[in-house]
């Protein structure tokens, strides 16, 4: 197969040639091929920060609906979080995940494991299993939950870097967040609800850079939402700690002058933040200071999310969506080239999962790749993969619109369309 006059990160045009799921050739060839004229051809996108829900939560999303979901929005890796039922605390758990993503084959889908044992945060899960397993897990997180014991935070960074693996911190000191509903701020005083202050994120990120500091360990901070906790992680980094930062679509764009109108949809952990935080945030995207976009893609069935505001669950979806979100954000109002589109979307957060086959175009590498036509501009409708409806971004018009998704040189998405 060839994808021919395909436009890479660098700029360039040139042809693609793939034979048996490898890139066996980048130039021009003699030979005809698939017209992708007009296409920006990226590494297929990696997610590390979304959640799939099975097992036990299928009323919200499956593995094959939440694979769906991400082939449309130009994935061929995501990072499946632990708060499942049972929680993927344990290698048979994890062994499961790791497979039936191999059964649906849209794309890897690589298990997240816990942190700690039910994500209780009281006794460490056993990372060494599931490290040892079949699906060779790099990624430990007890995300929805903060690990805010020093001590066991302590130990799995110890554990982690025994196999090269990273400790996903969900940063929130939950003493200063109880009951929270919302950002702390104006606004929330005058909703009459109880907020989450940017002191909660900043602590957490602060220990646990001094942890990575005295272990020589890796650290992730998941969702990092307030310029506060920003200037924090500047700081780490330049200590010359091994942190890295992940920003989601709806905090780069959305603010908390959404929860005025109380819709549910707009309920998060963390929550949305002041527009000054959106703007720190976006520098830091383009500056470098935060590594990489993740979807924090959280799925839930219409009863969690159809109701008032005080029983809503936090979370929204944007797999589908992300690729359009970040060509806004970063190439479109930042002046940011594809080439860091493609960095922060798949290079980068495929070396912090250590997932060697994506996050690159070369010959000889897996043709694991997303097409996007930089032209297009669409409205978001509700049209989705996934069994989740929670989708904040309808009606808003973005750019950018996904043509082709290819995993293992394999269309997974072809024509804007999920392949059979």
Excluded at 373 to 382: K, N
């Amino acid at each position: 197969m060839i994808l021919s006059s395909v436009t890479l990160p660098s700029g360039e045009t040139t042809d693609i040639t793939i034979d048996n799921g490898v890139i066996t050739a980048i130039g021009r060839s003699q030979s005809k091929g698939i017209d992708c004229s007009g296409l920006v051809c990226l590494p297929g996108l990696v997610d590390l920060h979304t959640h799939l829900r099975e097992p036990g939560y299928e009323a919200s999303e499956t593995i094959k609906t939440g694979s769906a979901a991400a082939a449309m929005g130009g994935y061929t890796a995501v990072f499946a979080m632990a708060n499942t039922l049972p929680v993927t605390d344990c290698a048979d758990v994890a062994e499961f995940v790791f497979e039936k993503g191999k059964r649906v084959g849209l794309v890897d889908v690589q298990p997240i494991g816990a942190v700690t044992k039910r994500l209780e945060g009281k006794e460490l899960s056993d990372l060494e299993a599931m490290a040892l397993s079949r699906a060779k897990v790099r990624v430990f997180s007890d995300d929805g939950n903060c690990v805010d014991d020093s001590v066991l935070m302590k130990q799995a960074l110890i554990e982690a870097k025994r196999f090269d693996a990273v400790v996903a911190q969900h940063a929130q000191a939950p003493r200063l967040t109880v009951g929270s509903q919302m950002n702390e701020s104006a606004l929330c005083a005058e909703l009459g609800l109880t907020g989450w202050p940017a002191a909660a994120e900043v602590e957490i990120i602060k220990r646990d850079i001094e942890l990575s500091l005295e272990l020589d360990a890796r650290v992730h901070i998941c969702h990092i939402t307030t310029a506060e906790g920003l200037d924090v992680v500047r700081w780490g980094k330049s200590k010359g700690a091994k942190v890295t930062a992940e920003v989601t679509p709806h905090h780069l764009m959305l603010t908390e002058e959404l929860v005025r109108t109380l819709n549910p949809i707009y309920k998060v952990n963390p929550p949305l933040r002041l527009k000054s935080d959106t703007v720190a945030l976006r520098e830091g995207l383009l500056d470098g200071s935060i590594d990489i976009l993740a979807t924090d893609h959280a799925p839930h069935s219409a009863e969690k999310k159809n109701c008032e505001w005080s029983r809503a669950a936090n979370g929204m979806t944007g797999l589908e969506v992300a690729a359009s979100v970040l060509q806004k954000v970063l190439i479109a109002e930042g002046g940011a080239s594809w080439d860091r589109f493609a960095k922060v979307a798949s290079t980068i957060p495929s070396q912090i999962g250590r997932l060697f086959h994506h996050g690159q175009i070369a010959e000889g590498g897996q043709a694991n790749l997303v097409l996007i036509d930089p032209s297009a501009r669409r409205v978001i409708d509700s049209t989705t993969q996934s069994l989740s409806t929670n989708n904040p971004w309808i009606g808003l018009e973005l750019p950018g619109r996904v043509v082709h998704t290819l995993l293992r040189g394999v269309f997974t998405v072809k024509d804007g369309q999920l392949a059979n």
